[in-house]
């Protein structure tokens, strides 16, 4: 299993989503500041780094960082939209460099709704173009899905989509808004309640699992992950004892994830998950702990499953 630590080498974008998490700040990593990150995730025990934004493909140099972390010994990855990517050659290039895993974000199949998110018209054709250009160089590649109330009414179909169209896409990750960022902030409606979002998200679960798919779920509390806890990421962490190192381009800089900013509810006092539930992050911002509820379930049996694989 891989270490991976996380470097942002831009936070400049080409699309304008909803619920971004990290906004523009229009700063570019210096090779010479990434090569020392890189050696400090080496240090640090990491064997994978995964190259973040903004948008990463808007670096002018990335082809350049994605040969620096390979040779000092890290599996380059890189998270991207998929703008960029569509475009001839440039995947190749990356290829060329040493990329062979690619983490693509994509909230919605539909064209109308993706292109919503994003902000950005023809956001969601161009996403596909980049997942059948990373098939035809044989990249594992994963898909990242922000659940939000324009995406969990058809979310299983999404899933299907990929499933379908995407053969080559082995592995979708969920993750829960962060509100902490003036896009939320400007667009509470995205956020979606738990209550809404328990059912459409189980059911996708479940289709990706009979499908043979992998997934994994973030800040997303346990009570509403049904028979998915162990898929939970904080949970993961909580059972594997794992952080992480995270280098960012603002004034955050180096911070070391190896603690959780979420908050329980009295209720959670008798959960029997308790021992391995982060909580609900960001309780009572934009997340109500009125919506939390105890689980009465075996917690050895999600740490087994977790341990498990």
């Not at 023809?122 to 939000?148: F, P, Q, W, Y």
Request: hydrophobic share 40%; glycine share 8%.
């Amino acid at each position: 299993m891989t270490t991976l630590g996380y470097i942002q080498v831009t936070r400049v974008c080409n699309q304008r989503c909803l619920f971004c998490s990290n906004p523009e700040n229009q700063r570019l990593v210096e090779v010479g500041e990434f090569r020392k990150q890189v050696r400090d995730l080496v240090a640090s025990g990491h064997d994978g780094v995964l190259l973040t934004g903004g948008e990463p493909t808007l670096h002018p140099r990335l082809p350049e960082l994605v040969r620096i972390a390979t040779r000092a010994g890290l599996a380059a990855r890189i998270i991207t939209n998929g703008q960029e990517t569509s475009r001839p050659g440039v995947l190749g290039a990356l290829h060329r460099a040493g990329l062979r895993h690619l983490h693509v974000s994509l909230h919605s199949h539909l064209p109308s709704v993706q292109d919503r998110i994003a902000r950005h018209p023809g956001s969601r054709a161009r996403v596909a173009r980049t997942l059948r250009a990373a098939a035809r160089l044989e990249m594992a590649t994963d898909v990242n899905i922000v659940l939000n109330a324009l995406n969990l009414p058809h979310l299983e179909r999404t899933a299907g989509w990929l499933v379908r169209e995407f053969p080559r896409v082995r592995h979708v990750v969920f993750n829960g808004l962060d509100p902490h960022t003036n896009r939320v902030a400007k667009n509470p409606w995205i956020v979606p309640k738990l209550a809404d979002l328990e059912l459409p998200l189980v059911r996708t679960l479940d289709l990706l699992h009979r499908a043979g798919r992998s997934f994994r779920v973030e800040r997303v509390p346990l009570c509403y992950l049904g028979e998915w806890a162990h898929v939970a990421t904080e949970t993961r962490k909580i059972v594997k004892g794992e952080g992480r190192v995270i280098h960012f381009l603002d004034e955050k800089g180096r911070f070391s994830a190896d603690s959780f900013v979420h908050g329980k509810a009295p209720c959670c006092a008798v959960c029997t998950a308790d021992p391995v539930c982060a909580g609900l992050y960001s309780m009572d911002e934009f997340y109500s702990s009125s919506e939390l509820y105890p689980l009465f379930v075996d917690p050895g049996e999600i740490r087994r499953r977790v341990l498990g694989g």
